[in-house]
């Protein structure tokens, strides 16, 4: 079970940091796509993050019994 969360955390992480990436890109880069996109992908970010954080502290929590 640990390991199954292991790789979906792996997963999740991934696409925090594939978000990031898009969207710094997207501020550095401007113009209509930045404008139109800009805030759905930090949005975006932050659930991402959320459910990561969720799934670490699930692991935590599993490991500890």
Known sequence: MTSLL?????IAMA?????LLMGVYSMGR???F????GNLL???RIILQLVAVG???L???INQG
């Open 34 to 37: 930045n404008r139109k996109y």
């Open 55 to 57: 799934i670490m502290v």
């Open 15 to 19: 696409a925090v940091l594939g978000v």
């Open 42 to 44: 930090m949005r975006w």
């Open 6 to 10: 292991t790789i979906v955390l792996v």
């Open 30 to 32: 401007g113009g209509e």
């Open 59 to 61: 692991i935590f929590y």
